[in-house]
């Protein structure tokens, strides 16, 4: 009897010396991603807000330290949600694919598909911003300006990307300038109390370069600038344009989406996008962790802040019937 005491004494010391050793790992991991937020977030008045304090308070508990990596990551995600800032995630840096050894990502890749409902009206549908503009050209070239009187554009789900895609969207759907708005660096809340006045924005540089590359160049070396895509001459689609989004249509996409309403580009058909609009970069934690940071905030040409607001629809429907109300108010 006194054996097998002993033994389930000698188990649960074990226990609690693993369980121990995984929360003082974990909690490290915690003290290089704060550090790692602090030193470069945006706007650092964001982590004095009592939501980022309590969020970093419930990650340093017992309870949440002790959980296994998946239901950590599960609380980190849901518990992010209500702070006063997007774009920060801590994600696993070895992520295993279930791709075959032959396939690649790119295969038979459904992020730009297209089809027309009838002779009068065209669907496409982008999945993701995270793609070369050159595809979703594509698509609207085979679309063509002149062959359908109708256009629904489906945004629903769309999480963002890079800029090509939603310059080429705008290009194709107006000649005129898109005045994109302006981002504010950490260089920017360092040396300001205030945001921009309508004279600070006027003397703000222009992005000149909307490639990944030149964005992140103005990111490192600048305290603001706007982000204007030039008039042209080429022929645009002169036909109705509905676009559909819901909650998960987020970042590239709601800068893009919010143009359209404003300028009556479009009908924005669904629910309020998620108000998910800064810009973040990527900053290795540890071999385990990756965190994905933002560094820069976000306004609209008119000065209004969509992070944590959205953009609200002009037709609020339920986004899963968006489609189907769409082709019928078409006929």
Known sequence: MKTIITFLIS???????????????????????????????????????????????????????????????????????????????????????????????HDNDPSVTWEAIDEKTAFLRIRTFSIPGKKIARALQEIGTDNYENLIIDLRDNGGGNLEGPIALGRFLTQKPIDAGYYLTRKWFKNNKDLPTSEDVQQMPFLQDFSYAGIKKMFANEAAFRMVIPGHENTVYKGKVYVLINKWTASACEPLIDIFKKNKIATLVGETSCGGMLSGSYFDINEDYKAFIPIADYYTAHGQKIDKIGVKPDIEINPENAKEYIIKLIK
């Open 11 to 105: 188990i649960l010391v074990l226990t609690q010396v693993v369980n121990d050793d995984k929360k003082v790992k974990r909690s490290e991991m915690l003290d290089k991603v704060f550090m790692t937020l602090e030193e470069n977030i945006a706007n650092p008045d964001w982590l004095t807000d009592k939501s980022f304090l309590d969020f970093k308070a419930l990650l340093y508990s017992d309870s949440i330290l002790s959980l296994n990596d998946q239901e950590f990551q599960k609380t980190f995600d849901q518990a992010r949600w209500n702070l006063p800032f997007t774009h920060f995630q801590i994600l696993k840096t070895k992520a295993s694919s279930s791709l075959p050894k032959n396939k690649t990502e």
